[in-house]
């Protein structure tokens, strides 16, 4: 899992970076979705271009940047593949979530291996934690453990067992005390290797777990008394929806920029007619570039909202995040829409199941499926909150 020692990179730096590694990830979605994993000089080259630590504390060699440039890479990396996208993200934010624990954790993590990162199993029903002595014994089986085949650690929640009810924890897991099932073969996001990942008695001690409250609201965490950067202290949950929005976002995006291009250019198979004069098409790209601008409109300004509510220490109020959650899951709902209308203007050629476009389209629907972004889920909980009416118990935002 070494890797050589990778840049410190500016915000521009990164952008620019993800430009010039566009063209190969587009060369390896296919390849990418067959291995269902991203390819291993995929990997290597988010190391060395820097962007697999960019996240990171510069205490430990990491670029320490921040969330809006989180958006750009992605938005970048969507054009080519999605899967490699999904799996970058969520190896890079892990990184800003390691930095948010005590210091001795972070230690643990990055002496040895400085370049170390970090997949994910956050259900917590799905882990059980016991008290022991200096710690915890953890077990557990955590679905959906994207780009674990690059992680040489887990950060998983579990249940702590203690008289009365349990309480909710997270916890730093190295390898090898974790190993993947091997079991994600799914339609989209095929190559993001989401696959089941299993502990069994794995002691963790007490500096390398976190409580999910503290977690949660991210104002708190020890690891943001250690870094200067406001990124440390951002609100950790309602970060999470913002960062996986992103994905969706940039596929609608994409498709719908390389849509208008194609229109512009093509004649009708069986008339020859220029489809850009073509009313029906003009209506329906008019509506797919509105959907995508007013998902990526309201996402920078709730994005820009919560990065000044934490730079200005205030914290973010209940009913911003759940607003911000509700917007999310209402904007993915718009990116779907885009990404239909793109389909439907498409015609047969998008059916081509080696085209980019039906990878597009699968990957977004994919991506839409995450809790986070389900408008079924979402929109209640801000339901609830504007008529008044209390949380369920134990409700973390």
């Known amino acids: 899992m070494n890797h050589p020692p990778s840049p410190i990179i500016s915000a521009a730096e990164a952008i620019e970076a993800a430009r010039r590694l566009t063209p190969k990830l587009a060369q390896r979605a296919a390849a990418c979705e067959a291995a269902r994993r991203c390819p291993g000089e995929t990997i290597a080259e988010l190391y ?20 809006d440039v989180l958006l750009e890479v992605v938005l970048e990396m969507c054009k080519a593949c999605a899967s490699t996208a999904w799996v970058w993200l969520n190896l890079a934010t892990h990184s800003w979530n390691i930095g948010q624990f005590e210091l001795q954790a972070q230690h643990d993590v990055w002496d040895s291996e400085p370049g170390a990162v970090a997949a994910t199993g956050l259900a917590f029903p799905c882990g059980k934690a016991i008290p022991v002595a200096g710690g915890y014994r953890v077990s557990g089986k955590w679905p959906f453990g994207s780009g674990v085949d690059a992680a040489s650690w887990m950060l998983v929640g579990a249940l702590v067992e203690r008289s009365g009810p349990p309480e909710r924890r997270f916890f730093l897991v190295p390898q090898p005390q974790f190993r993947s099932l091997d079991d994600w073969r799914a339609y989209g996001l095929a190559g993001s290797g989401s696959h089941t990942v299993e502990v069994e008695d794995a002691f963790v001690p007490e500096h390398r777990t976190l409580a999910a409250e503290v977690f949660a609201e991210g104002s708190n965490v020890p ?3 250690v870094h200067a950067s406001p990124l440390y202290r951002l609100p950790t949950f309602a970060m999470f929806g913002f960062a996986l929005g992103m994905v969706p976002l940039g596929l609608a995006r994409a498709a719908a920029a390389e849509m208008a291009d194609t229109l512009r250019k093509r004649a009708g198979t069986y008339t020859g007619a220029r489809l850009a004069e073509m009313a029906p098409l003009q209506l329906r790209l008019a509506e797919t570039l509105a959907a995508v601008d007013f998902f990526e409109t309201q996402f920078r300004a709730d994005l820009a909202q919560m990065v000044a509510q934490t730079e200005a220490g205030a914290g973010s109020p209940r009913g911003d995040k759940l607003r911000w959650k509700r917007n999310l899951a209402w904007g993915t709902r718009l990116a779907k829409q885009a990404m239909d209308n793109v389909m439907a203007m498409s015609g047969a050629g998008g059916l081509n199941a080696e085209g980019h476009l039906q990878r597009q389209f699968r990957d977004l629907n994919a991506g839409a499926s995450h809790i986070a972004l389900t408008w079924d889920v979402q929109a209640p909980m801000f339901g609830q909150e504007v008529l008044g009416l209390p949380p369920p118990p134990g409700f973390l935002v």
């Open 48 to 67: 060395s271009s820097g962007l697999m630590r960019m996240m990171q504390p510069r205490m430990f060699g990491g670029s320490e940047l921040g969330a």
């Open 223 to 225: 690891g943001g008394r």
